[in-house]
């Protein structure tokens, strides 16, 4: 089974300044999908990133990126030139292919965000 | 855009009532998750569904149900509610394929068993 893993309960950090959240899951998948996800204070999940596990390249959507290294099975988001709006809880969930049949997404633990003015 | 509601999105219930949450979703996806959230458990799978009739149990589905008798809809039935079960649940459906796969969620219901 697939585990997900992320150590960092709570973090904070200046407005306008980088932070990195870090993730390391466990699978014996050779190709699968991985996914950062915010929730703010509204309750809403919304998809930040996506990274598959074939792409070489580190996605990238604007002020967010990721640092995926295969190998050692961590996928990092990193959030530059942070804002107050980015304050929220951070998970980061992965997923089988849909050729493996079962694929519901697996979740960490999640993050608390603070971005402090 | 993905339609998906959940209703009702706030419910208090007593201790061994039964309860259902309905997920509704408008596009005729196939894949449907019931997902429970808890402060220190990030989300945890109840139930998933890959089509009509056809589901299978998650993570945590002791206490649970669920049922998909049309496309659409995707019901999460407590039998007998305890305080364990006071959580916060989301729906969520499968989108699209290849790199373009993601879930998408509903806005959650917030259960309270008193």
């Known amino acids: 089974a697939q585990t997900v893993t992320q150590s960092q309960p709570e973090m904070s950090v200046q407005e306008a300044e980088t932070v990195t959240l870090s993730c390391t899951y466990d699978t014996s998948e050779s190709n699968y999908y991985l996914f950062w996800y915010k929730q703010p204070p509204s309750r809403q999940m919304i998809l930040v990133i996506r990274q598959e596990a074939y792409k070489q390249q580190n996605a990238t959507e604007n002020r967010f990126s990721v640092n995926f290294q295969k190998a050692a099975k961590s996928f990092s988001l990193k959030i530059s030139d942070s804002q107050l709006g980015d304050t929220a809880m951070y998970f980061c969930?992965?997923?089988?292919?849909?050729?493996?049949?079962?694929?519901?997404?697996?979740f960490g633990k999640g993050t608390r965000l603070s971005v402090i003015a | 855009d993905a339609g998906i509601t959940q209703s009702p999105r706030h419910k208090v219930t007593e201790t061994g009532t039964p309860v259902t949450l309905r997920c509704h979703q408008t596009?005729?996806?196939?894949?449907m998750y019931w997902y429970r959230q808890d402060p220190g458990h990030g989300l945890r799978l109840i139930h998933y569904s890959y089509g009509v009739k056809d589901t299978d149990k998650g993570e945590v589905s002791d206490g649970y149900s669920v049922s998909r008798s049309k496309t659409e809809d995707f019901l999460l039935t407590l039998e007998s509610a305890t305080s364990s079960q006071t959580s916060v649940y989301f729906c969520?459906?499968?989108?699209?394929?290849?790199?373009?796969?993601?879930?998408?969620f509903g806005q959650g219901t917030r259960l309270t068993v008193v």
């Open positions: 596009e005729n996806h196939r894949y």
């Open positions: 969930a992965f997923m089988k292919p849909f050729r493996s049949g079962n694929t519901p997404l697996v």
């Open positions: 969520a459906i499968k989108l699209g394929r290849g790199l373009n796969t993601e879930a998408f």
